[in-house]
């Protein structure tokens, strides 16, 4: 059974950088086709962050980027705002209509 | 601009089934997929499924795969789930979303059910 394993929590001081990872815990990461991030502020609904591993969305801004390296994914947010505290989840897709598979979320705190 | 909006709350007795709706606009529906995913009180993501509005394909998550069906009307540019036999684990909010790209990039506002006993 494959798992992503996001941290719990992670946070960092207004204008740090952070990097949430998220860690294919059985199989390689390398046999997904592609992983996107998502971020979720309280009482919201999800929004997209990062797709195709490391593309970014129209109006996302480019402090927001993904990488992934083996059989881990990472987003990295650069000169961190006030607006980004939040719950990030990772989604990992097989391809050819197989399942989707989401991390178990990371609250980021901006301290 | 695109969007995705979603039936109302709903309150269900264990054991009950629930139909939720999520009626889309500003894309072409047929073109692309739905996704349903909910999210338990206080807890993650958990992708329940994926249906073609292209094809009427369908992709279960293994654990709902006996009492979830998702269909989809083209001619409304709607999708529909349903969830039979409800326990009071599956209290949660329900997405709906679609994936134009590689990723969910359009979601619905969701919709709470909550199931009691």
């Known amino acids: 059974q494959s798992a992503l394993t996001q941290p719990r929590s992670v946070s960092g001081s207004p204008g740090q950088s952070v990097t949430i990872s998220c860690t294919e815990t059985?199989?390689?990461?390398?046999?997904?086709?592609?992983v996107s991030w998502y971020q979720q502020h309280p009482g919201k609904a999800p929004k997209l962050m990062i797709y195709g591993d490391t593309k970014r969305p129209s109006g996302v801004p480019d402090r927001f980027s993904g990488s992934r390296s083996g059989n881990t994914a990472s987003l990295i947010i650069s000169g961190l705002q006030a607006e980004d505290e939040a719950d990030y989840y990772c989604c990992s897709y097989a391809g050819s209509y197989t399942s989707y598979l989401f991390g178990g979320g990371t609250k980021l705190t901006v301290l | 601009q695109a969007q995705l909006v979603q039936s109302g709350p709903e309150v269900k007795k264990s054991g009950a089934s629930v139909r939720l709706s999520c009626k889309a606009s500003g894309y072409t529906f047929s073109s692309y997929g739905i996704a349903w995913v909910r999210q338990a009180p206080g807890q993650g993501l958990e992708w329940m499924g994926w249906?073609?509005?292209?094809?009427?394909?369908?992709n279960y998550v293994q654990k709902l795969q006996d009492r979830f069906t998702m269909t989809t009307d083209t001619s409304t540019s709607t999708a529909y789930m349903e969830l039979r036999s409800l326990r009071s684990d599956d209290t949660a909010i329900y997405y709906c979303?679609?994936?134009?790209?590689?990723?969910?990039?359009?979601w619905g506002q969701g919709t709470k059910v909550t199931v009691s006993s």
């Open positions: 059985s199989s390689a990461l390398g046999g997904y086709i592609y």
């Open positions: 249906i073609s509005a292209h094809n009427g394909y369908t």
């Open positions: 979303a679609t994936n134009r790209i590689d990723g969910f990039d359009l």
